[in-house]
């Protein structure tokens, strides 16, 4: 699959089978992941792999509790948005089926943020050390066919992620990454114009206002799908 296509398709998917997902596959992405550029090459991540049902029906729980706040808080917010109560409406499904998901994966960090004299400075450049492979890790699972979405609220509690995973104090858990073959289809996404967002040399200056550029004469080759992982994935309903 092509890597443009693979990002104009990518979405959130959390809706997925319980279906196995293949070792290899896994590592295959996370594999991919591992080719974004760290902060100084300094690679200082680790994936946890989470298969274990009581583990994951400890996740579930965290994630249940954290979204019985934030979604009635989320459905009050947006409650005459129809798109938006339809995202709400699939991260309901995944905080429900939460313990059917095959993989989790939890990218973490090891070691502390380097030191600089500016805390905003210090954090930005910590998680941007992990945030571009979990990207790669994300787009990885589209090319495989996989679905995936990238999520935090099951581990709103640090010290109970810890305990679950068994985490040394010098490793920090991220965010989590559920991965599965889809139930449905991958399709394109809907975003607002890249002339709407983008400002020149000055905040508010847009020479482009409404414009989007035709991605499909940049996309002229690329690297095919995952092969027999691709197969693998049509035949769980993943296709892209």
């Given at each position: ?133 979990v990207q790669n890790l994300l787009l990885a699972a589209r090319a495989m066919g996989l679905g995936a979405s ?91």
């Amino acid at each position: 699959m092509p890597l443009a296509e693979a990002m104009m398709t990518q979405r959130a998917v959390r809706k997925v089978l319980p279906d196995p997902v293949d070792d290899d596959v896994v590592l295959r992405c996370i594999e991919l992941a591992l080719r974004a550029p760290p902060g100084s090459n300094g690679q200082n991540w680790e994936f946890v792999v989470v298969r274990d049902p009581a583990k994951k029906a400890a996740f579930a729980a965290q994630y249940r509790r954290a979204w019985k706040l934030y979604g009635g808080i989320g459905r009050r917010a947006v409650r005459d948005d129809p798109s938006m109560l339809k995202v709400l409406d699939a991260v309901d499904w995944q905080v429900r089926h939460f313990e059917e998901i095959p993989v989790l994966v939890v990218p973490c960090l090891v070691g502390p943020a380097r030191f600089v004299p500016f805390p905003t400075l210090a954090q930005t450049s910590h998680y941007g050390s992990i945030f571009p492979s979990v990207q790669n890790l994300l787009l990885a699972a589209r090319a495989m066919g996989l679905g995936a979405s990238l999520i935090t609220l099951p581990l709103w509690s640090t010290t109970f992620a810890r305990r679950t995973l068994g985490l040394p104090l010098s490793v920090q858990p991220v965010c989590m990454v559920p991965l599965g073959w889809p139930r449905g289809r991958y399709g394109p996404t809907t975003r607002k114009h890249v002339g709407d967002v983008v400002h020149v040399d000055t905040w508010d200056h847009r020479p482009w206002p409404g414009r989007d550029v035709d991605i499909e004469r940049d996309v002229a080759g690329g690297e095919s799908g995952a092969g027999a992982s691709g197969a693998a994935a049509d035949s769980h309903g993943g296709a892209g």
